[in-house]
């Protein structure tokens, strides 16, 4: 069954440091989404891309958060720098288009500790 | 912020009990999603539903979407210590804009 690879699963980093989190998506899956989860809460999308624009990053942090998907396959976000309050699990996931039948699948997700 | 509630937050029943959880959006929806999230793992699509008044069943599980499609129901008969986990329901608020999640419900079953 295809996944949606993330990497890495754990990360712990200094406050004000960087951090960066890798996804790949499923192979044809044009939208790609950056969702963050709180421990308890729903997940919270970050940013969405079709291919390789943006179409909706409104709930992104722009003064810290970056996320790219340059050749529309795989994308990176990053963090720069990292705040407590950023401790989290980043979730990628992955679908045909954002109505799709078939629904998101999710990657394992990368839990992120700021200390 | 989220504009998919859900209710309620936390649902324990024995095995075997029934189990309902309760979405509603503040917009009309274009479809509703439900996701299953067990602990310490991701969410995992359950199921679409689209038209007005729509029925779903997946085995022991039914799925039903409001008329005003503005709300939506997962009703899980005879519940299974292996339906423990957080049930999430999601739409989208705006047409081609991604799934906003609602906080979803935590089902405990004790055997």
């Known amino acids: 069954e295809a996944e949606v690879a993330q990497s890495p699963r754990y990360k712990i980093t200094e406050k004000s440091q960087a951090v960066a989190f890798w996804c790949d998506p499923i192979?044809?899956?044009?939208?790609l989404y950056w969702y963050r989860q709180i421990l308890g809460q729903g997940p919270e999308l970050l940013v969405q891309?079709?291919?390789?624009?943006?179409?909706?990053d409104s709930q992104l942090p722009k003064d810290r958060f970056s996320a790219e998907r340059l050749k529309g396959v795989d994308s990176t976000l990053k963090i720069q720098p990292a705040e407590l309050g950023d401790s989290a699990m980043y979730l990628c996931?992955?679908?045909?288009?954002?109505?799709?039948?078939?629904?998101?699948?999710f990657g394992s997700g990368t839990r992120l500790t700021v200390v | 912020g989220q504009q998919v509630m859900q209710i309620p937050q936390y649902q324990h029943v024995q095995e075997g009990e029934d189990f309902t959880t309760y979405c509603n959006s503040s917009?009309?929806?274009?479809?509703i999603q439900w996701y299953k999230q067990r602990p310490g793992g991701h969410p995992v699509f359950l199921i679409q539903?689209?038209?007005?008044?729509e029925v779903k069943k997946q085995k022991r599980l039914t799925f039903q979407f409001g008329e005003a499609k503005k709300n939506s129901s997962l009703h899980i008969t005879a519940t299974q210590t292996t339906d423990v986990g957080t049930y999430f329901c999601?739409?989208?608020?705006?047409?081609?804009?991604?799934?906003?999640f609602g906080k979803g419900t935590s089902l405990l079953v004790t055997p």
């Open positions: 539903l689209v038209k007005s008044g």
């Open positions: 999601a739409g989208p608020l705006k047409s081609g804009y991604a799934l906003n």
């Open positions: 996931a992955s679908s045909f288009g954002e109505d799709s039948v078939y629904g998101y699948t």
């Open positions: 192979s044809g899956h044009a939208t």
């Open positions: 917009t009309t929806l274009s479809n």
């Open positions: 891309f079709q291919d390789e624009s943006v179409v909706d």
